[in-house]
T-cell receptor
Framework: AQKITQTQPGMFVQEKEAVTLDCTYD???????LFWYKQPSSGEMIFLIY??????QNATEGRYSLNFQKARKSANLVISASQLGDSAMYFC???????????????FGTGTRLLVSP | DAGVTQSPTHLIKTRGQQVTLRCSPK?????VSWYQQALGQGPQFIFQ???????QRGNFPDRFSGHQFPNYSSELNVNALLLGDSALYLC??????????????FGSGTQLSVL
């Protein structure tokens, strides 16, 4: 069965600094996708970044980048130049398959609460 | 372009009651999924609907049921509520046969409290 592990319940970072949020995963599938979502206090899950298991390069989306180490089964999120608005819960999630054959079911970790201070 | 909308935003029920939560997917999306997020946890997959049928189900009892309408909107029904059903219920929509980077679009959820 798939499993996502986020070992950091909370992280603190100063504004304008970079921060890394850890995520490790477990799956027996060769084909899978990894996501990071941000959940502010409003409750909505906001998509940040995606990495496919066959992608050769690490994904980047603006200030977000994903440090994908397949052999270690880790998919850490790096946020550069943190902003006060980055304070939120961050969830790592995994989807089996490449997502182009039908149904999508995500398995989520327990999340990391990030606090950005001025 | 409206995103995923859910109603109501908050709901208080007592044990044993039944509840119905509603979701309208993002425009153009044909697949709706429901997730339960208990306090301090990540969301857990309940089930997914496409073409008005339940296509995939997570590890949830039959007390949890759903429906999808021809306009792709969906309802989540929970019968015989337990205290442990208190959670944020998130609806997510997507295309069934999307590109491999297709992401789920989530609503802001319905916060259900069972007393």
């Amino acid at each position: 069965a798939q499993k996502i592990t986020q070992t950091q319940p909370g992280m603190f970072v100063q504004e304008k600094e970079a921060v890394t949020l850890d995520c490790t995963y477990d799956t027996s599938d060769q084909s899978y996708g990894l996501f990071w979502y941000k959940q502010p206090s409003s409750g909505e899950m906001i998509f940040l970044i995606y990495q496919g298991s066959y992608d050769e390069q690490n994904a980047t989306e603006g200030r977000y980048s994903l440090n994908f180490q397949k052999a270690r089964k880790s998919a850490n999120l790096v946020i550069s130049a943190s902003q006060l608005g980055d304070s939120a819960m961050y969830f790592c999630a995994m989807r089996e398959g490449q997502g182009n054959t039908g149904f999508q079911k995500l398995v989520f970790g327990t999340g990391t609460r990030l606090l950005v201070s001025p | 372009d409206a995103g995923v909308t859910q109603s109501p935003t908050h709901l208080i029920k007592t044990r044993g009651q039944q509840v119905t939560l509603r979701c309208s997917p993002k425009s153009g999306h044909d697949t709706v999924s429901w997730y339960q997020q208990a306090l301090g946890q990540g969301p857990q997959f309940i089930f997914q609907y496409y073409e008005e049928e339940e296509r995939q189900r997570g590890n949830f009892p039959d007390r949890f049921s759903g429906h999808q309408f021809p306009n792709y909107s969906s309802e989540l029904n929970v019968n015989a509520l337990l205290l442990g059903d208190s959670a944020l219920y998130l609806c997510a929509s997507s295309f069934l046969l999307g590109q491999r980077k297709e992401k789920l679009f989530f609503g802001s959820g319905t916060q259900l409290s069972v007393l």
